[in-house]
């Protein structure tokens, strides 16, 4: 079945560093979630993507879908300690029931 | 007040009791799901429902049950709960559009532990 590869699993940065999270599908994928956790807390939904080719901007974070539709990606730039949390890639699968999930990349930002 | 509920928020349980974990939501949603979560393994889901009457297995229902009593409500019974059911549980809720790619809302959670 359709599964959803998200790498790295953690990532630490200093603040003010960028962080990129990937999203890898080894078919095709018909859209795109993004989610955010922070520590102790539940997903948060953040932006979703459609469109091959796709790049959506939200303040300091750009979501991109690729052109095969196969692979996505959120670049956070100059991070800062509130971006802390686990960010989570997720689609629908062919029968748009239910969401497969990527395991999620944790960041954790040194102040 | 939150739009998605979960009761309780979090229980301590032994081996072999039966165990119910409630949502409601106030969304006005028909879709709802119950995932649970452990550290490394992300969110599985264990049953959805679009539906009173439309009610799925997701990938790990083994030693799960629910029940959908009413458009708003969607709980999760462990009839007989085990160790390695400890998690955190979560319940979501996600509408109908024009789109078929509806985003999910989350509740709380219930952290359970099973001793």
């Known amino acids: 079945g359709q599964q959803v590869m998200q790498i790295p699993q953690y990532q630490h940065v200093q603040e003010g560093e960028d962080f990129t999270t990937y999203c890898n599908s080894s078919t095709t994928l018909s859209n795109i979630q993004w989610y955010k956790q922070r520590p102790g807390g539940h997903p948060v939904f953040l932006i979703q993507l459609v469109k091959s080719g796709e790049v959506k901007k939200q303040k300091r974070l750009t979501f991109q879908f690729g052109e095969a539709k196969k692979n996505s990606s959120l670049h956070i730039t100059a991070t800062q300690t509130t971006d802390v949390g686990t960010y989570f890639c997720a689609s629908y699968a062919g029968n748009n029931r239910k969401l497969i999930w990527g395991l999620g990349t944790s960041l954790a930002v040194n102040p | 007040d939150a739009d998605v509920t979960q009761t309780p928020r979090n229980r301590i349980t032994k081996t072999g009791k039966r165990i119910m974990l409630e949502c409601s939501q106030t969304k006005g949603h028909d879709r709802m799901y119950w995932y649970r979560q452990d550290p490394g393994l992300g969110l599985r889901l264990i049953y959805y429902s679009f539906d009173v009457k439309d009610i799925n297995k997701g990938e790990i229902s083994d030693g799960y049950s629910v029940s959908r009593q009413a458009q708003a409500k969607f709980s999760l019974s462990l009839e007989s709960a085990i160790p390695n059911q400890t998690a955190l549980y979560f319940c979501?809720?996600?509408?109908?559009?024009?789109?078929?790619?509806?985003?999910?809302?989350f509740g709380p959670g219930t952290r359970l532990t099973v001793l």
């Open positions: 979501a809720t996600s509408g109908r559009s024009g789109s078929s790619y509806n985003e999910q809302f």
